[in-house]
T-cell receptor, first 108, second 116 residues
Framework: GQQVMQIPQYQHVQEGEDFTTYCNSS?????IQWYKQRPGGHPVFLIQ?????EVKKQKRLTFQFGEAKKNSSLHITATQTTDVGTYFC????????FGQGTRLTINP | GAVVSQHPSRVICKSGTSVKIECRSL??????MFWYRQFPKQSLMLMAT?????????EQGVEKDKFLINHASLTLSTLTVTSAHPEDSSFYIC????????????FGPGTRLLVL
């Protein structure tokens, strides 16, 4: 069956450093979404990627969908303390399956 | 954007009692809502799909008689944890989408359940 791994599980950075989380699938994904969950909060939709090789940017966040639509990444440039939280990739048609998440902590 | 609310935000109950959690779409209608459970430091696990006017669809391993779902209207789905036990303590989150067939989900704020 389909297996999707999200790595790393944890990442601690100094404020101002960059951060990247990856989702890797054993099979082709029709789409991939990214969510952010602040500590104690609920997941908040960030973006959806659908096209092969797609790259989208939201200010300091860059999202990529691989050419084979099996990999995706979220990159944050120059992290700020407000970026703290857990970032999840998710996929599926209406019924979402979530990756394991990457918990980002930042040293101010 | 679309707003989904949940009530209550927190609940503490005794073992053996039942707890009802409400999920409402405030500014849109949702024929389908989803219920997730999240244990501390873990990912979200889909429990069931709530379908307005019909029976819910449960994921493998989720007991339908223990987690009763009712989707009585286009803006309200309820999850009742029956005969709750300490192992049911978790963060329960619902989601819905304003658009049929669209994958993007809007999540409620979640309900933290603690069973003593």
């Amino acid at each position: 069956g389909q297996q999707v791994m999200q790595i790393p599980q944890y990442q601690h950075v100094q404020e101002g450093e960059d951060f990247t989380t990856y989702c890797n699938s054993s099979t082709t994904l029709s789409n991939i979404q990214w969510y952010k969950q602040r500590p104690g909060g609920h997941p908040v939709f960030l973006i959806q990627l659908v096209k092969s090789g797609e790259v989208k940017k939201q200010k300091r966040l860059t999202f990529q969908f691989g050419e084979a639509k099996k990999n995706s990444s979220l990159h944050i440039t120059a992290t700020q303390t407000t970026d703290v939280g857990t970032y999840f990739c998710a996929w599926g048609a209406q019924k979402l399956v979530f990756g394991q998440g990457t918990r980002l902590t930042i040293n101010p | 954007g679309a707003v989904v609310s949940q009530h209550p935000s927190r609940v503490i109950c005794k073992s053996g009692t039942s707890v009802k959690i409400e999920c409402r779409s405030l500014d849109f209608q949702a024929t389908t809502m989803f219920w997730y459970r999240q244990f501390p430091k873990q990912s979200l696990m889909l429990m069931a799909t709530s379908n307005e006017g019909s029976k819910a669809t449960y994921e493998q391993g989720v007991e339908k008689d223990k987690f009763l779902i009712n989707h009585a209207s286009l803006t309200l789905s309820t999850l009742t944890v029956t005969s709750a036990h300490p192992e049911d303590s978790s963060f329960y989150i619902c989601s819905a989408s304003p658009w049929t067939g669209q994958e993007t989900q809007y999540f409620g704020p979640g309900t933290r359940l603690l069973v003593l």
